[in-house]
């Protein structure tokens, strides 16, 4: 970006604006008008633009230049831009009007924003470019959960006439296969990504905060305007005892085992324990999971718990809810773990997967004054500020909703709130939440205990999978399909689903509940005959009427 003195300060509205890409167009319109130092568009939902420019500027260029890339302006207000704060010096030419921490999902949507909207960004990243997700977490896992998956259809008898068999399992090729898938899209979806955009600048390293806009990283200091914490988070490992002086997996290393162990116990019954100890199981390693809460799946609806834990036992997968680890041995090649009350389990190989705490720690964010949860979160406001006003923080080091889309979501929303000043808020009431466990879990919104808990009086509806007629047809009726109605509005408040493509059909259920969608309006609205989606509207029809007794078109 063009850097000098500028002395004039331009609002102008902007008409005509309806998506992301528009922003760029304007942006970049602007900034061709000659005496134009900085041009801004804090989203194209606000309709208006920001100018810094050199008093020589005919402001009528301005409209010509918006005008000429499809757009309306009109000068608003020309005012003196305002003076920085006594005591703080922005960065000059060599520096960056953002830096981001963490070259992960967060950190490369914050970024790519930033150049986006015509500023100059930095990316400093300590550990494997492109984070969580593609290296250790969502790609490797659902990589090896499809695979197992199709291993285990290959010995199941649903269609009569047809018989096939498992075969031969080399778990050493499967992993190879899914370490060169990693390996693939972390360079073409984020080395080759970060290639495109010469806005963006790679930086490695670890990097301290000193205060006064300015971090060091590996001893050398940059300088910046704004700044976005994006550090992600790491497998916590609850202090037991014993725990620390034994061998145990995280995820990281139970998605990389080149052996299958004969058997497994899984610390942890949420999201990533149930993932990888069904892909376990299916490989054939004898698997346990024990869950300190009372039921496994512990934060979702109690019927989803109750549905997959039926299913996962089906496949000879063992829990133990309500079990208090008192102490954690390893000795002549296993692990042995002791319960408050006395009760012992035993296996060769033992995953930690009690959850993620975000990464904090060596950056000295309380030296400089940003402050930290119970957890070591980064706390921010809804629009993603730390208590300091120009930093802040997206993705797992919020210690919020620790998905790759919602980080993405949050990188962008921070780099424009920062950038713009758009003042966009974080929005986290609709997220849908996917657990690839075959069959799969996804919800979205409250469950019902969650909505008396907020005072809402609800009427719920309980489809079994097995009144699907695409269900019916696939020879496969696992599961379940529950929806939470407000009673009194007739909106959507949440939906919760087991099913083989659960994560493929909570979607409309999303848009119901972010756009206020009511149960009347889905209803009438015509869904695909012989698709799980369906379900949905079999569902809302079930607040009403007893589905069994329907026929296929009763919708």
């Not at 000193?210 to 060091?216: T, Y």
């Not at 490992?237 to 725990?243: A, E, F, N, Q, R």
């Not at 929005?427 to 657990?435: C, F, G, K, L, Q």
Request: charged content about 20%.
């Amino acid at each position: 970006m063009k850097k000098s003195n500028p002395t004039l300060q331009i609002e102008l509205d902007v008409q005509g604006m309806t998506c992301d890409s528009c922003v760029l167009h304007v942006t970049n319109a602007l900034q061709s008008v000659s005496g134009v130092e900085q041009a801004q568009v804090p989203g194209w939902q606000s309709g208006k633009a920001i100018v810094l420019a050199t008093p020589e500027l005919n402001l009528e260029s301005l409209n010509a230049a918006v005008a000429q890339a499809g757009y309306r302006a009109n000068v608003r207000a020309t005012q003196k831009p305002s003076e920085t704060p006594k005591g703080e010096q922005m960065p000059d030419s060599s520096d960056f009007d953002l830096i981001v921490l963490g070259g992960g999902s967060a950190g490369f949507a914050a970024a790519i924003k930033a150049s986006e909207l015509g500023f100059r960004a930095a990316i400093v990243n300590a550990g494997t470019l492109g984070g969580t997700c593609v290296n250790i977490g969502c790609v490797p896992s659902k990589a090896l959960i499809r695979a197992m998956e199709s291993f285990h259809s290959a010995g199941q008898r649903r269609f009569d006439g047809i018989q096939t068999l498992s075969g031969h399992l080399n778990w050493g090729q499967v992993i190879a296969q899914k370490d060169a898938l990693v390996a693939e899209l972390r360079q073409s979806k984020y080395a080759d990504v970060l290639a495109s955009h010469p806005n963006i600048t790679l930086i490695e390293g670890h990097a301290q905060l000193s205060g006064d806009h300015s971090l060091l990283v590996d001893e050398k200091t940059f300088r910046y305007r704004k700044l976005i914490l994006a550090t992600g988070a790491s497998p916590w490992i609850p202090p037991i005892p014993g725990l620390a002086e034994t061998p145990y997996l995280t995820s990281t290393q139970a998605l990389s085992l080149t052996e299958l162990p004969r058997s497994l116990i899984v610390l942890g019954a949420n999201a990533v324990g149930l993932e990888i100890a069904q892909v376990y199981a299916r490989a054939g390693s004898h698997v346990t999971v024990v869950e300190l809460l009372p039921r496994i799946a512990p934060f979702e609806d109690e019927a989803v718990s109750t549905a997959l834990q039926s299913e996962l036992e089906s496949e000879g997968l063992r829990f133990f809810a309500n079990f208090k680890t008192a102490r954690v041995e390893h000795q002549s090649a296993r692990f042995s773990l002791t319960a408050e009350d006395g009760a012992a389990l035993s296996a060769e190989q033992l995953l930690i997967a009690t959850g993620r705490r975000p990464n904090t720690a060596g950056m000295k964010l309380s030296e400089v004054g940003i402050s930290l949860g119970k957890r070591s979160e980064v706390l921010v406001n809804e629009h993603l500020q730390t208590s300091l006003p120009d930093v802040y923080a997206a993705g797992d080091v919020t210690g919020r909703d620790m998905f790759v889309y919602v980080a993405a979501y949050a990188g962008q929303l921070a780099a424009e709130n920062a950038l713009t000043g758009a003042g966009r808020v974080y929005d986290a009431s609709y997220i849908p939440r996917v657990t690839f466990t075959d069959p799969q879990v996804a919800s979205a919104g409250l469950t019902e205990s969650q909505a008396h808990e907020q005072g809402y009086t609800t009427k719920t509806s309980l489809l079994p999978m097995k009144h699907v007629p695409r269900a019916l047809a696939a020879r496969d009726t696992r599961g379940l399909v529950k929806l939470v109605v407000n009673a009194e509005t007739g909106h959507l408040l949440g939906a919760h689903i087991v099913a083989p493509e659960a994560g493929e059909m909570i979607q409309p259920a999303v848009l119901a509940i972010r756009f206020g969608i009511s149960v009347q309006q889905l209803r009438e609205t015509m869904f695909p005959y012989l698709t799980n989606a369906e379900a949905l509207k079999l569902a809302v029809l079930g607040l009403e009427k007893d589905v069994s007794q329907l026929s296929c078109c009763a919708g």
